[in-house]
């Protein structure tokens, strides 16, 4: 078994995402999963990106007040942004939640699908297996390309409990593709934390290890999480050895493990030059 991992980058107080896929590429990372704040910031992004891949997380009412099915033209331009820069951002895919805009409506949410590339539609905390499903075969009656699954492993945690990892058959041929595409972070079972792996939260990672054995997994796992502090970019790059680890690539480990130190004291300069001591997403 071998697969794929990255990390979430998005901009963080008044650091840029490019700053972060700087220090991403000094560290051959494989995969960037961005959300919208990266076209903020798009043409210092592509001069400075290595990453053979990327995925853009699409908006969501609970963070931004709007989602794929809002009637509103910052929607337009993202759809627009995402396909604009398909080719130079190597995007394979786009992160869908469930639509939850009050005011918005499903033919513009179906429609947009239509435009961008390769959604991944995401399961959410709190949503049983079926009425996933359900979610899933509505949007391929709706929408005539193909459409693929974000497994969000802590929110199964949260949903399911120990059960987290038992997934329906035809979620887990999502996941069996080469296409297969998996969040995972550290969590509780009350809050999707998006702690760094095996600090805080009581998720096992033992069972996620062999589950991706089990499944053969050869997709991309993704590392969604949130540094709140300089102290947790530190934690970062231990999940990222971790996960590296267990996709079996010792060779890009080992490479990792001696530049940490080095990559931390520019991380550290970085944050000391724009006064920050703690984080927070804008």
Known sequence: MTFTTGL?????????PSKWVEIASAI????????QTVFEDIENVIRVLKAPQTVIHAPYVEDYGIDL?????????????????QDDLHTIGVVVHPPTDAGGSWEIFYNR??????PLLENMPYQSWEDFQEFIENTKANVSKKIGMCFDIPHSWITN??????????????LRASSGYIHIS???RDEDTHYPLLTEGDMPLNPVKNFLNDISFSGTVTMELAPRSIDDLDKIFKSYMLM???????KHNFQVKIKRPFIM??????AKKSGLGSFSKK
Not at 244 to 250: E, H, M, Q, S, V
């Open 69 to 85: 099915s809002s009637n509103d033209q910052i929607v337009d331009q993202f759809v627009k942004n995402v396909i604009d820069t």
């Open 161 to 174: 409990g120990e059960k987290f990892l038992e997934l329906p058959e035809p979620c887990l041929e999502y």
């Open 28 to 35: 051959g990372l494989q995969h960037i999963e961005f959300d």
């Open 244 to 250: 590296l680890k267990i996709a079996r690539k010792n």
């Open 113 to 118: 699908l239509e435009k961008i590339p390769f």
């Open 265 to 270: 004291r520019k991380v550290r300069k970085l």
């Open 186 to 188: 550290g969590g509780t």
């Open 8 to 16: 979430t980058i998005q901009k963080i107080n008044d650091i840029l």
